[in-house]
């Protein structure tokens, strides 16, 4: 199976694809859980909520070191052991983070997980790139990316209703389980990927001057951190501003988590027709999503925009994955990781931002700081879709294709 996989390139429903789709689940659904039990992890370990929602900053920020320096510290490492290799790390995370007694070692298995999350979203750009057969990288990006919308279905609707019946612990208990499940399932499909791009600090340090390649990373710096500085604390918007109850909260994450992946679904089509026209246009929606739930405020009307939000946000990941693509072909590798370490940092940024703002004033005060990151947003995107992009990017797609 390995050799067949290996010598032809899959379309977008591959065994493989939909395997390191399971992956992406799981590992986002490791990292973002807290947000639908933040009240519960911190009534259980006696911390407070905002201290419970910096366990997605720790996360980003171990994260954020692993997407740059792993794949420059194992340069010579065939791919698929490495990602056989981060995946159990995640089977242990989770399992440390089940029995955490206090919380240090709550911390110390979001650490763990930071490594894994790092390091296999820092290898999948170029896997996708190699792995899928020219033209369909749009809906190949689209269906691995489809895991992290199931991912927020199972972090926020799912974890919140099994927290009715069993314990925050289980629940990591059971993601573990998964993830297990998930490495059987990766060394079954996935072929050996002998590394083929030059990697290390000189080529990031390339990639960082570059003018175009800098704005396209603060743009992804600002797209994750716009919508993470809310979604981190998604259940106190639930909670405090459209008082849901305990039985409709759970309904209400479910549709969230749904409309996210209708975006990431959507993506694959609309950017496949026109990429830079719905590029350009996803921060102007996201900003009419966040000034209606200022507009609304309090009201219910205000799930509307909040919902609206989600759907918004499963195009994202797509977006900035296929500009990278279009961009430096011939460095995804590198670029993934750097990629991958902005992500993370946002995330880490949103969650410690959101969570002392919460802290000391309340959720107005994370809407005011979402529109401000998204109104920047739309500045920084005009840039990394410049004239110099859209005189090359027919040009690079075929390169991107020719590497796969």
Request: hydrophobic share 55%; proline share 3%.
């Amino acid at each position: 199976m390995q050799a067949i996989i290996k010598s032809s390139p899959q379309n977008a429903l591959s065994p493989v694809l939909i395997t390191l789709c399971l992956g992406v689940t799981c590992l986002i659904a490791s990292e973002f859980i807290p947000v639908s039990l933040l009240s519960i992890i911190a009534e259980d370990l006696e911390i407070s909520k905002g201290t419970a929602g910096q366990t997605v900053t720790a996360v980003g920020i171990v994260s954020f070191f692993s997407s740059l320096f792993l794949s420059s510290l194992f340069k010579n490492q065939d791919r698929r052991t490495l990602l056989l290799l981060l995946l159990a790390i995640l089977v242990v995370s989770n399992l440390i983070i089940a029995f955490a007694f206090n919380v240090f070692s709550l911390f110390l298995g979001r650490a763990l997980l930071g490594i894994s999350v790092g390091g296999f979203w820092s290898l999948s750009n170029a896997l996708v790139q190699r792995l899928i057969v020219p033209g369909k990288l749009a809906q190949g990006f689209s269906t691995m990316l489809s895991g992290v919308s199931i991912a927020t279905i199972i972090a926020l609707p799912c974890a919140s209703c099994l927290s009715l019946y069993i314990s925050w612990r289980t629940i990591f208990i059971l993601v573990a389980i998964v993830s297990a499940f998930t490495f059987i399932a990766l060394f079954l499909t996935l072929p050996s990927l002998l590394p083929k791009q030059s990697t290390g600090i000189k080529v990031i340090k390339e990639l960082i001057s570059t003018k175009i390649v800098f704005f396209g990373l603060l743009g992804t710096f600002l797209s994750y951190m716009g919508y993470h500085v809310i979604f981190t604390y998604i259940r106190l918007f639930f909670e405090e501003k459209l008082h849901f109850t305990d039985e409709f909260l759970t309904f209400a994450m479910l549709l969230y988590a749904g409309l996210n992946i209708a975006g990431t679904i959507a993506a694959g089509k609309l950017f496949s027709h026109a990429f830079k026209r719905f590029f350009r246009l996803l921060p102007v929606f996201m900003i009419l999503c966040v000034i209606l739930m200022l507009v609304l405020n309090n009201s219910l009307f205000m799930a509307l925009p909040l919902f609206a939000f989600a759907f918004g946000f499963g195009l994202i990941p797509v977006a900035w994955s296929l500009w990278a693509i279009y961009v430096i072909p011939d460095k995804t590798e590198s670029a993934g990781g750097l990629s991958v370490a902005v992500i993370q940092l946002a995330v880490a940024f949103a969650a410690l931002i959101g969570g002392r703002v919460y802290d000391w004033f309340n959720l107005d005060y994370v809407l005011y700081i979402a529109l401000a990151i998204e109104a920047v947003l739309f500045w920084v995107t005009g840039k990394s879709l410049s004239m110099k992009i859209k005189s090359v990017t027919q040009e690079n797609l075929k390169a991107s294709e020719s590497l796969s």
